[in-house]
């Protein structure tokens, strides 16, 4: 029997505004959890599986020495596969011509991750002993063909195969060079590596993300100073974190969407709730018990989760495929699985919210007086003070598992309660205090104040939801906005996309002479490698802290420059440029990390020779700006006498296309780095990335509209019989709309002016803790949010009036009221 009644009433309750409300509520928050959800989480997968497929594999250690054979004992607990590779530089020889080549000796199998791509394909994972695979531009420049031979130190080898592509290049800008791999059981007999030699050592691991976390736990605690230890998950390329980014944005916009409909479930369910009375009295009147009454209400629920939830969570998955649809050729295939869980994870989050919002509101109606039927208006249930202590719990449960960190929910449901209860009472009395600033302004001050003292408590409750629910909007859309800003700013329209390095001091003067007949600018920078000895003439193990020993400037050769002014492309962060003997200008991140500070004395080894120099300025470095940037740079008169080389980047346009061939023509030494086609999938990246950015913002900004509209709308019909009150007394109808605009325009700038304190706060967190900005002011978002929130406010207030239809007097005086 509730079955059939509840059914037979569904049509009609759903038609209401306040079931169309709820219903749509739940079908934005589903799509839009469903949406950043599964294209957040696919996203962080792919990054990791991209940065290990870069990689070669999940993890790598490296060092300048040979790794212990203890190594490969240490890693057998985990069950990790691993390999070893020694990479060095060396001049390659073929037909009279030489060519500093990068050279990699691997064991098999190899690489653990990824795939090296040869023509003709290869049938091994490594070369066959005697035989190497060799770049495109190893042939082009030594003018031979696979199945020729090249000559590497005292050993031959016979070309197998042209190496197209390769993960685990190495780092630095010598894994630029061209490249080759050979079989390491070849190394010993080419004799290119003797005690001293500079050479990179690396072991590669592979195995699950588990594994993975406990071997990088147990080898970072096992680090020696010359070692550094890389992963898939934290090593990130340029791209990466510009992905990296976005991943976070969408999880942050999940959670805020989780939350805006969390509100709006519950002023829905609220309003549902106030407007069932009459028809649950009637139907506890016709005998129906409490029990039956949470039944049938239960039933209606859970159709309407049902009707909601389904098309929402296939939106969500559609609109997710769009999104993937448009980063598939930036994104590893094939993508990474989705678990069951993960696609029914929004539709449960949805019904979750729902059970608690309608046991909060819906329950007091078992409470429901008969009386009811014949008064009404003050007859209203009481809520028992268990279930608002169940709420603030629920709610908490609900984001623990959500964000999956039980101390980051409870710090974020304080956290919105106490904003939620301050912005209430703050809303409360900026009302209260404009309002007092107008009074001889406004002819209805009386009666506004009247209302103003009435509906303080309804202020506070409305001023708290809506002045945090503007608050999620304006921070989603900023930080939206100063992302793009951020990736946009890491590729300006004259990022360099060549680079030009081994530029010998003798060939200076003609290779910059050669660059300016050709119309390209570009700056070239000496190049001197260069080690950290001490600071304050202590040594590195005195002056440094065990943690600050394992920074990666104290535990390799840097590159170091001079010059006699800051580059172009570098800030000056504390001090000043100086021209003064000794005098040196350091990276901020550096001297942040190493707790260095202006007027420190830090010691360089060169080869056999040492020297020092005096920090006299800090200088901010933007690494990913495609330049020569440098740790440290000395004044002139210090390192100039040292052997260098040089180093250029510069751009060239479609024009210039042919300029590079032409450049490697009239200097064949010189090695170039063309990053072109890194640059294009970079800037594809981020413009598709900011075109799901700004559908999720349009959504997000959407279920919060529904959100405002919702609130307004409760306020209006708690106020019907109010109005109807002050036709009776006398008022006109324009007077008591006046009234209302009156008392919407002061709360939407209270509201306004408060967000703009909360929104300003709540980006410095998340830029500096989430997104990883630089926090910036935002002086638009004071003038334009008070004025916006005023006429948002006043508009749907005006709208959803129309909407509504007011009781006349003879209405009211029939009520009883």
């Not at 596969?81 to 073929?94: D, G, I, L, P, R």
């Not at 933007?622 to 940037?629: L, Q, V």
Request: glycine share 6%.
């Amino acid at each position: 029997m509730i079955t059939k009644l509840a059914l037979r009433q569904l049509k009609a309750q759903w038609r209401r505004p306040d079931g169309r409300a709820l219903l749509l509520s739940i079908f934005l928050m589903t799509s839009l959890i469903t949406l950043l959800s599964l294209t957040g989480d696919r996203l962080e997968k792919s990054l990791t599986t991209r940065s290990a497929e870069i990689l070669g594999a999940d993890m790598v250690m490296s060092s300048h020495r040979q790794l212990p054979s203890g190594w490969n004992n240490q890693t057998a607990p985990f069950g990790l596969s691993t390999t070893k590779v020694t990479q060095f530089t060396s001049m390659v020889e073929a037909q009279d011509s030489m060519l500093l080549s990068a050279i990699r000796a691997v064991d098999a199998p190899y690489p653990l991750r990824g795939k090296i791509i040869t023509d003709p394909p290869h049938l091994t994972s490594v070369p066959k002993s005697g035989t190497v695979w060799v770049e495109a531009s190893v042939l082009s420049r030594l003018n031979i063909n696979v199945g020729d031979s090249l000559n590497i130190g005292y050993s031959s080898f016979i070309v197998d195969r042209t190496l197209i592509s390769s993960p685990d290049r190495g780092s630095g800008f010598r894994s630029f060079n061209p490249h080759i791999i050979m079989n390491s059981d070849d190394l010993a007999a080419t004799r290119v590596l003797a005690p001293g030699s500079r050479a990179h050592y690396r072991r590669l691991f592979a195995g699950s993300p588990e594994q993975i976390q406990k071997a990088e736990s147990f080898f970072r605690a096992n680090l020696n100073e010359k070692q550094r230890l890389y992963t898939a998950q934290g090593n990130q390329p340029v791209r990466g974190n510009t992905a990296n980014n976005a991943s976070q944005y969408l999880k942050l916009s999940a959670l805020f969407a989780l939350l805006l409909g969390s509100f709006s479930i519950y002023l829905c369910l609220r309003r549902f709730s106030a407007d069932q009375r009459s028809r649950t009295a009637l139907l506890m009147s016709l005998g129906l018990s409490r029990k039956q009454l949470f039944q049938l209400f239960s039933i209606q629920l859970l159709c309407g989760w049902l009707l909601a939830t389904i098309p929402g969570a296939l939106l969500g998955f559609g609109l997710h495929n769009v999104v993937l649809w448009k980063l598939a050729n930036l994104l590893p295939q094939p993508l990474p699985s989705l678990s069951i869980l993960s696609l029914i994870s929004s539709p449960l989050l949805a019904g979750a919210i729902l059970i608690v919002a309608g046991l909060v509101t819906l329950l007091p109606l078992g409470k429901t007086s008969v009386l009811s039927l014949i008064r009404q208006g003050n007859d209203r249930p009481s809520t028992h003070k268990l279930l608002y202590l169940l709420t603030p719990m629920a709610l908490f449960s609900i984001i623990a598992l959500f964000v999956e960190s039980a101390l980051f929910a409870l710090f974020l449901t304080t956290g919105l309660l106490l904003a939620g209860l301050i912005s209430g009472w703050c809303v409360q009395f900026l009302i209260h205090t404009l309002n007092q600033r107008l009074k001889n302004s406004i002819r209805l001050f009386p009666l506004l104040t009247l209302r103003i003292r009435q509906q303080r408590h309804w202020h506070r409750l409305q001023g708290g939801v809506l002045t945090l629910l503007l608050t999620l909007m304006t921070v989603l859309l900023f930080a939206r906005q100063d992302m793009l800003s951020e990736w946009q700013g890491q590729l300006p329209e004259d990022t360099p996309n060549q680079f030009v390095i081994d530029i010998q001091p003798w060939e200076k003067e003609f290779v910059t002479q050669w660059l300016s007949d050709q119309k390209i600018p570009s700056t070239l920078y000496p190049i001197i490698r260069g080690r950290i000895e001490s600071l304050n003439g202590q040594a590195i193990a005195q002056a440094f802290t065990a943690e600050q020993r394992l920074h990666n400037t104290l535990n390799r050769e840097l590159n170091l420059t001079w010059g006699n002014k800051i580059p172009a492309h570098n800030t000056l962060n504390q001090g000043q440029w100086s021209s003064a003997d000794n005098a040196i200008s350091i990276e901020q991140s550096m001297a942040e990390e190493l707790s260095l500070v202006l007027g420190d004395e830090i010691g360089f080894r060169v080869g056999s020779d040492l020297f020092s120099g005096t920090v006299t300025s800090i200088r901010g470095v933007e690494w990913a700006s495609f330049r020569p940037n440098f740790y440290v740079i000395f004044s002139p008169g210090v390192i100039d006498q040292l052997p260098a080389t040089y180093i250029t980047s510069f751009k060239t346009d479609a024009s210039q296309k042919n300029a590079t061939t032409l450049l490697l023509k009239a200097f064949p030494t010189l090695t170039l780095i063309d990053i072109e086609q890194l640059l294009l999938q970079a800037q594809d990246l981020i413009n598709k990335l900011s075109d799901s950015a700004s559908l999720i913002l349009l959504l997000t900004l959407l279920s919060g509209l529904i959100l405002v509209i919702t609130t307004l709308q409760q306020d209006l019909v708690q106020r019907r019989f109010e109005v109807a009150l002050l036709r009776t007394l006398g008022a006109s109808a324009n007077q008591a709309r006046q009234l209302d605009m009156l008392e919407y325009l002061l709360i939407g700038l209270s509201c306004g002016l408060l967000t703009c304190i909360m929104s300003e706060s709540l980006l410095y967190l998340i830029y500096t803790n989430l997104l990883q900005l630089a926090p910036q002011p935002h002086p638009f978002l004071w003038l334009a949010l008070p004025v916006l929130a005023t006429v948002l406010f006043a508009l749907t207030g005006l709208l959803t009036r129309k909407t509504l239809s007011l009781p006349s007097s003879y209405q009211l005086l029939k009520s009883g009221e």
